[in-house]
């Protein structure tokens, strides 16, 4: 039972305890929200709050007329954060370096229109840099930026597109791609390493509700590993 003030973050650790103690088991119908509205002396709102996280969590199904059953089959979801390369790589010890190849704005291809959900050729930013690790290359980025929310006034001379977006902007929402690359001549020249080189490279989209903010392409250079949690 909770005590005190009752929050949707409180109940739903409450219910999340209820599911991991078999107290509401696999495929049981939890009460409903008035139900338990009335037994934690909350409103409704707040209930339905907590449900409707747990639901986005994969512990709950809730249906339409159909009442709020307990997963059968929790689903687990990873969070991923976006880092900062710079304090990726310090945080390993080493040295941080950055140069900006090149920045230019362009008409993007096709993919990054259809990755940005472009129905047009409007230009965009089109940067790649190079971050290094004790003078050694660390990651090509690879980077398209929507002009409307960092013109040419914003400088990436010194301070990384990757660094200036996790500090500026907020983004709704996005994707990743995680995938296994064989270096090109490009890449082996870029990333100081043999041609055929496997690479780990991570495509990544952010959104401002509807509004495109950036794709990019992060190639790392070979031996590196990415560590996270669930």
């Given amino acids: 039972m909770i005590e005190g003030s009752v ?36 409103a409704r ?10 639901a986005e969590s994969g512990y709950l199904e809730r249906r339409r007329k159909g009442g ?7 689903v687990r979801k990873a969070t991923f954060e976006i880092p900062i ?18 920045d230019r704005l362009v008409p993007p291809p096709p993919p990054v229109c259809a990755a940005l959900k472009l129905t047009g050729a409007k230009p965009l930013r089109a940067l790649e840099a ?6 050694q290359p660390f990651c090509l980025e690879k980077r398209w930026i929507n002009p409307a929310f960092a013109g040419p006034e914003v400088q ?8 200036w977006l996790v500090r500026n902007l907020a983004f709704s929402g996005g994707g990743f791609s995680f995938y296994a690359t064989l270096a090109d001549a490009e890449l082996a020249g870029l990333l100081a390493c ?3 080189a496997a690479l780990l490279a991570i495509d990544r989209t952010t959104f401002s509700d509807a509004q495109p903010i950036t794709a990019v392409t992060l190639t790392y250079a070979p031996g590196y590993r990415m560590v996270t949690e669930i």
Avoid: K
């Fill in 45 to 54: 709102a707040t209930v339905n709050r907590a449900l409707r996280d747990l």
């Fill in 156 to 163: 990436f001379d010194t301070l990384s597109a990757n660094e």
């Fill in 194 to 196: 043999e041609r055929g």
């Fill in 7 to 42: 929050t949707w973050q409180s109940l739903r650790a409450e219910a999340l305890r209820r599911i991991n103690a078999r107290e509401w088991p696999p495929g049981s119908q939890i009460p409903n929200e008035a139900d338990l509205a009335a037994e934690f002396g909350c």
């Fill in 85 to 102: 390369i710079r304090q990726d790589v310090e945080g390993r010890g080493q040295d941080y370096g950055y140069r900006l190849l090149s």
């Fill in 130 to 135: 190079l971050h290094l690790a004790d003078g």
């Fill in 68 to 74: 709020t059953r307990v997963a059968l089959t929790p």
